[in-house]
């Protein structure tokens, strides 16, 4: 009977943490599909760049945090 029950705990675990990981992956291809399809840029002005600056963080100076922003 611990057998079972050690049995029934395990894959219901095992189950539930690869549903949840293939559901994280699978939700935007299921899902999201019709949305993103239906994006549209109006006019071409709004394709333009608008904004230019720099990335760096006093605090803590470190190179990867050093950088352009476009």
């Known amino acids: 009977?611990?057998?079972v029950i050690f049995?029934?705990?395990?894959?219901?675990?095992?189950?539930g943490g690869l549903g949840f990981a293939i559901g994280i992956f699978a939700y935007p291809?299921?899902?999201?599909?019709d949305i993103v399809a239906q994006e549209?840029?109006?006019d071409?002005?709004?394709?333009?760049?608008v904004?230019?600056?720099?990335s760096f963080m006093p605090?803590?100076?470190?190179?990867?945090?050093?950088g352009k922003v476009l």
């Open 1 to 3: 009977m611990r057998a």
């Open 7 to 15: 049995s029934v705990i395990v894959g219901g675990l095992i189950g």
């Open 29 to 33: 291809y299921i899902f999201l599909v």
């Open 40 to 42: 549209t840029v109006g």
């Open 44 to 49: 071409v002005a709004s394709k333009k760049v």
């Open 51 to 54: 904004a230019k600056g720099d």
């Open 59 to 66: 605090i803590r100076p470190i190179p990867c945090t050093m």
